[in-house]
């Protein structure tokens, strides 16, 4: 699964965080041993027959399942259905029911059987009943961030205008329950038959093939779907809906993505690659996809990311995009991997407990670095890979281990431990174990396991299996403990001795890591190679030369997962990025020289990396410079031109037009024009506001021609921000008072820019000065553990509004009410803050 906050690029603090009253913490769940479940019985087959209820939001159901005890003799069986009503609670015995006695609580339903039962002896029960998810969703509420009702009727009477009508589930974490009697736990497997009972409008998706479809007389239809290999419970799926069903398919299994009508002609555009990466994922877990079919749907009001329901992926509406947002590539192909990824861990392997949790979601989000590295290439995937681990090192996790045994809610076990801490550790284990034995290792773990649960231990066997090395000191240090290692690293070079002291001091609090690295010492183009292992507190390796080395290049592969400070000069980061050439190596190049842009040397790299070969390096070049600086902004200028101009990037053109628009420079005009028709929303949008600040009537021309054409993305805050730009006072009460109603949230902080704007060309100072302070009044509202993050780009927007009353004040120098403005918004930005991010 993904959960919802990972899919959005920019979420600086969420509403929830700020809504909530502040409450006593309960920390009783640090004392709460979190034990597997016990099988008492196990789960056979699950065959469910449902008709859901558009008008009351129910589900009629009937459940025929089959089950053995798990070892121990039983007469009783314990089944999860939460909020049911029960017609019939009855065994089987042949073609005749036998009704059973059975206690219920709006949890679980526990049922004395007819006798005792061994475990080789199968026995099946039939249930009839009424599932009425919504009643209990607001019956028990929820603390899990997914909600409890397991299926959701979506806009179900038709009232809302302009939604469609859908039912989607979502099981995980123990949520399918509340729409079928189970055993909900992800230690169980069951085979499954599910026929469902819909009007004929619609289109059914569920687990396994659709194996027929009957027309009833009364305008419905009954299909049915049929899934001969078993799953957990937590992944079967039921979506209804009308979508257009766009086909393809990988060595002869269909393969099928389920959209909004209005999205059947760009589907396989935003699901396109889902074969390649079958044939990808397949190559190298040397398990062909498992499944018998796989299909992709979208739905409504979605709670999270998406969801790996086996053979029957749900992903939020946000993957439905426009061909021209596609433009400036896929935003949802990393979803698609992860989730096809989970096909295989998850589905086909499953994690024991939540505990284990990193069985899933690690190997799902190294997923999306494995296919960009073979998409796209190496930097692509050393990319994404360090995304993961910033993700991980900014998220304030250190205390927490990768395989927990004590938490306070399952849902807490969803975050960036298990999912990018524990990806980059998946990262550094194929790096120490080399990419044969990784994959091999893979192998033996999903075929020794296959239709299981696992826990870690069964990952390190594998490992230790297929290497033949003990790996109990590397899982007993990542997986089985938290934290991550803060390192310094200084060379002292003696040219005399010629020898070269390479010093690493590890300076975490609590434990020591153990650090298997690469160390590469270059002479020019050439380097040679040394590995050396990290251990204590402060190492010392020691190297020998003949001629000083123009670079010793710690962690060569650039696979550590840490905290680093590496005090190299600036011409062995020179070096660094001609030579050591990876992704991280150019990466650190470019940020060390970005602090150093007086030095021409420095500026010389910036300018090699505004050409890299890798455009989000070329971007991360764009963003670099200092244009305050004259000598760097006389320096970069042509090269800006040229990337705004040719860049095969649309990003890359959106950003350096961005940077080009601050020269402020008529001549370039005819290209921001231009731009503006770009098919990117991205260029597009910021070639808008380029515009803007040089012709404000030409900018404001074009927006009014743009505003016909459905826009997303920036050129629909690029169009808002033109809009705004007029200083147009019957605009007040839309963009002033739009701010001012929002509660501190996401939201209104994305509503500062247009609002900036606004005030920068609005001429009523007192309406100004009054929606200056409510956006001081929003700095100070916004929770202290976010205001690093946020408090420069509110200043930055305050800033920006006190620069244009400034320039207002050029050509009106007597008026007093201007001057005392600018005083009066300069007055509320903090000294020392003057540049956002
Ligand atoms: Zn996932």
Not at 19 to 47: C, F, G, M
Request: with cysteine.
């Amino acid at each position: 699964m993904k959960p919802l906050t990972l899919s959005f690029a920019i979420v600086l603090f969420c509403n929830q965080l700020i809504a909530q009253p502040p409450v006593q913490q309960d920390t009783s769940w640090k004392k709460q041993y979190r034990e597997t479940a016990a099988k008492i019985n196990d789960l056979v087959h699950t065959k469910l027959d449902v008709k859901p209820d558009f008008s009351k939001s129910y589900l009629y159901g009937k459940a025929w399942i089959t089950l053995k005890p798990h070892f121990y003799p039983t007469d009783s069986l314990n089944l999860d259905a939460k909020g049911m009503e029960f017609k019939t609670v009855a065994l089987l015995k042949g073609t005749k029911q036998l009704p059973l006695k059975y206690e219920y609580d709006e949890l679980n339903i526990r049922i004395k059987l007819d006798k005792t039962y061994k475990s080789n002896e199968h026995y099946t029960i039939y249930i009839e009943y009424t599932a009425k998810p919504d009643e209990y969703q607001e019956k028990y509420g929820t603390d899990d961030f997914l909600g409890i009702k397991g299926m959701y009727f979506i806009n179900p009477t038709g009232e809302e205008k302009n939604k469609p009508t859908q039912i989607w589930t979502q099981g995980e974490t123990e949520s399918n329950s509340a729409w079928f009697p189970t055993i909900d736990k992800t230690s169980q497997k069951t085979t499954q038959e599910l026929t469902v009972t819909v009007d004929n409008k619609y289109v059914t998706l569920s687990n396994g093939k659709l194996t027929s479809q009957k027309k009833n007389t009364d305008g419905t239809r009954t299909d049915y779907w049929k899934m001969d290999l078993p799953h957990s419970p937590y992944l079967f799926f039921l979506g209804v809906g009308n979508y257009t069903v766009v086909k393809d398919n990988w060595r002869g299994k269909e393969v099928s993505y389920y959209v909004e009508p209005e999205f059947g002609s760009v589907a396989k555009k935003i699901f396109g690659n889902t074969p390649e990466m079958m044939e990808y994922f397949s190559k190298i877990t040397g398990v062909p996809f498992p499944w018998v079919k796989y299909s992709q749907i979208t739905g409504r009001d979605y709670v999270a990311g998406a969801m790996e329901n086996t053979t029957a992926t749900i992903h939020q509406e946000g993957a439905q995009q426009d061909a021209r947002e596609l433009v400036d590539g896929n935003i949802w192909e990393g979803t698609i991997a992860h989730e096809l990824f989970h096909q295989w861990f998850g589905d086909y392997v499953t994690a024991e407990s939540w505990s284990n949790l990193t069985l899933n979601e690690s190997f799902a989000d190294y997923s999306q670095t494995l296919w960009e590295e073979y998409k796209y290439g190496k930097d692509a995937g050393d990319a994404e890979n360090y995304q993961g681990m910033q993700g991980y090192l900014q998220s304030g996790s250190e205390s927490k281990d990768l395989v927990r045994f004590f938490y306070g809610n399952k849902e807490d076990m969803f975050d960036q431990v298990s999912y990018q801490k524990g990806g980059r550790i998946l990262h550094m284990l194929r790096n120490f174990v080399g990419d044969s034995a990784f994959f091999r290792s893979l192998n033996l773990y999903l075929t020794t396991n296959k239709f299981k649960s696992a826990e870690a231990h069964h990952l390190r066997l594998a490992f230790e299996e297929v290497t033949g090395r003990d790996l109990n000191w590397f899982f007993n240090q990542w997986y089985f403990n938290s934290g991550h290692p803060s390192v310094t690293i200084d060379y002292v070079y003696d040219d005399a001795a010629g020898k070269v002291n390479v010093i690493i001091k590890q300076t975490q609090k609590g434990k020591l890591f153990t650090l298997p690295m690469a160390v590469d010492i270059y002479n020019g183009a050439g380097k040679f190679r040394y590995t050396v292992w990290s251990k204590n507190a402060v190492d010392t390796f020691t190297f020998n030369y003949t001629k000083r080395p123009d670079l010793v290049n710690v962690d060569g592969d650039k696979v550590m997962l840490w905290n680093k400070k590496d005090n190299k000069t600036l011409d062995n980061f020179i070096h660094q990025y001609k030579y050591a050439g990876q992704y991280l190596d150019r990466l650190e190049a470019i940020q060390y020289a970005s602090q150093k842009q007086d030095d021409p040397k420095a500026l010389d790299l910036l300018k090699t990396a505004l050409k890299d070969k890798y455009h989000g390096l070329r971007n991360a070049a764009i963003f670099s410079l200092d244009l305050e600086n004259e000598k760097v902004k006389q320096a970069a200028e042509p090269i800006l031109a040229d990337l705004a101009k040719n860049d095969k990037k649309s990003t890359v053109r959106a950003n350096a037009i961005s940077q080009l628009g601050q020269y402020k420079k008529p001549e370039y005009v005819p290209l921001f024009k231009k731009a503006t028709t770009d098919s990117s929303y991205s260029v597009a949008g910021n070639a808008l506001i380029a515009l803007l600040e040089i012709d404000k009537d030409a900018a404001t021309a074009i927006a009014k021609q743009l505003d016909k054409q459905p826009a997303k993305g920036v050129l629909k805050s690029s169009l808002q921000g033109a809009k705004a730009a007029s200083g147009d006072e019957s605009l007040e009460e839309e963009i002033i008072g739009g701010f001012n109603k929002l509660p501190v949230s996401q939201a209104k902080f994305n509503s500062l820019g247009t609002l900036g704007i606004y005030l920068g060309a609005l001429k009523n100072t007192e309406k100004v000065k009054a929606a200056v302070d409510e956006i001081v009044k929003f700095r100070e509202a916004i929770p202290q553990q976010f205001r690093k993050q946020t408090d420069p780009y509110v200043n930055e927007t305050l800033q920006n509004i006190a620069t244009k009353k400034e320039e207002a004040l050029k050509a009106d120098a007597a008026n007093t009410a201007l001057k005392e403005l600018v005083d009066y918004i300069k007055s509320k930005i903090p000294a020392g803050e003057k540049k956002g991010f």
